[in-house]
């Protein structure tokens, strides 16, 4: 199985459902992407992005490779979710209260 799916063996069924979800027909595809895992996956996407290499690093550095291949999926996504709770979101408020007042933000 593993040899399959490697070697492309995938790419028709996620061919499918990528053009199911662009052309927006497929009620499957409609399901599984608006899903409130899927759409906390996609909040947390930019976070999880930013934050993968240092998290990584951390945990090959204290941690045997047994260990951090197996719990590196979830203390990520778990980080992830931190970093945007505690840094993005109060971040991206405070930018838009700055921008709905007419005063320059950070980035002006």
């Not at 778990?78 to 709905?100: D, F, K």
Request: hydrophobic letters at 45%.
């Amino acid at each position: 199985w593993d040899s399959f799916a490697h070697n492309g063996g995938l790419i028709p069924i996620m061919f499918l459902v990528i053009v199911g979800a662009a052309v927006g027909e497929d009620p499957l595809t409609k399901w599984v992407f608006r899903s409130l895992p899927f759409i906390t996956l996609g909040k947390l996407s930019y976070a999880q992005y930013l934050i993968q290499r240092p998290v990584w690093n951390l945990l090959r550095k204290h941690f045997s490779d047994g260990f951090t291949m197996k719990a590196y999926p979830l203390i990520l996504v778990l980080s992830a979710y931190l970093v945007q709770r505690w840094i993005g979101s109060p971040y991206t408020e405070w930018h838009r209260m700055c921008m709905e007042k007419g005063e320059k933000g950070a980035m002006e």
